[in-house]
């Protein structure tokens, strides 16, 4: 039998006197000591409609052995109620009922994903690569996306924030090229090619900085992701097959830099700036994407005419959802 969810996060009103009993997927979850010398359990849980915080306070020595084994993509069963902490939804949770077994779910009950299947998404992105002139521009972002293709039908953008979804990559992809697309019949002097090649793979080592599972629920980051970060591991994996394929020189490393640049500033991971107008463009497509995402994400829930919850990646601001 598959088990119906009745609470999904974004039908959560805060009412203490009023038990919900569910299931969510674990998106974080650390048990901390408190100042009364009791530890607690404090969680992310998600479903396809949003995330929530939860809190079990005072647990028995008993349960601080049995929560330490709650990992992240776990989908657990609770029973609690919703009250509101800081302006924000938080659920007190009551009981822990245990792990709810995979075949007794629907998934797209519990999983975020991108608005549009991941094939149409895919098709969309290597169409555009094939209608290159660049033959070079061409055969290595083919090459990238061949090869990697049953990794970017699942694969987020992140761990957490903007794109954090199953396909979230290829969507943050598809709309940074149509957007891109539109940039260069305004600014006729770009190269299109360029821009859209560099769209197509500034992104593409994240498949080896973030350890996603296949529903798109990234529990860590990779070593290697840790100590390099997708921008380094970017130029490198560009560096290696520009010369595999024999791409020119120059347009490789032109592919390097934006790799490596397009997050502009040494605090978030990039040493150069963009040194050409395709790569500062996509810098500014790759900001306007996750913002527009951050934007509709805080709002989709939202009555008209009311403020969202502070959205910590647009500076803490409160967004307001128009009446018209």
Not at 6 to 14: F, G, H, I, M, T
Not at 101 to 109: G, M, Q, T
Not at 214 to 240: C, F, Q, W
Not at 252 to 271: A, C, D, I, K
């Amino acid at each position: 039998m598959i088990f119906m969810k009745s609470y999904y996060v974004k039908d959560l009103k805060p009412d203490e006197g009023h038990i919900i009993t569910d299931s969510y997927l674990v998106r974080n979850a650390d048990i901390r000591d408190g100042n009364n010398g009791k530890k607690h359990l404090y969680m992310t849980l998600a479903d396809a409609t949003g995330e929530v915080q939860a809190v079990k306070w005072s647990l028995t020595n008993e349960e601080v052995s049995s929560f330490s084994n709650i990992k992240i993509g776990m989908i657990i069963s609770l029973s609690g109620r919703c009250k509101e902490w800081q302006g924000k939804n938080q659920i007190i949770i009551d009981v822990i009922k245990g792990r709810t077994k995979e075949e007794n779910i629907d998934k797209y009950d519990f999983y975020k994903s991108a608005p549009h299947e991941s094939q149409y998404m895919y098709d969309f992105i290597t169409g555009t690569i094939d209608s290159f002139e660049d033959d070079d521009l061409k055969k290595i972002c083919r090459y990238f996306y061949d090869k990697n293709k049953d990794r970017l039908m699942y694969y987020p953008a992140a761990m957490s924030n903007h794109h954090a979804e199953y396909g979230g990559l290829l969507y943050h992809v598809m709309r940074m090229m149509e957007m891109g697309i539109r940039a260069c019949e305004v600014y006729t002097y770009l190269n299109r090619d360029l821009l859209l090649a560099g769209v197509a793979l500034h992104d593409i080592d994240k498949l080896e900085e973030i350890d996603s599972d296949e529903n798109g629920v990234v529990p860590d980051y990779t070593l290697r992701g840790k100590l390099l970060g997708h921008l380094v591991m970017g130029v490198n994996s560009i560096a290696e097959a520009g010369k595999a394929l024999e791409i020119d020189e120059e347009k490789s490393l032109m592919l390097q830099h934006m790799s490596l640049s397009h997050h502009y500033e040494p605090e978030f991971g990039s040493p150069k700036k963009p040194m050409f107008p395709e790569a500062e463009i996509l810098h500014y497509l790759d900001i306007l994407d996750a913002k527009m995402y951050d934007c509709e994400e805080a709002l989709q829930n939202i009555e008209p005419g009311e403020f969202s919850d502070r959205v910590f990646t647009l500076d803490n601001r409160r967004l307001y959802k128009k009446t018209f």
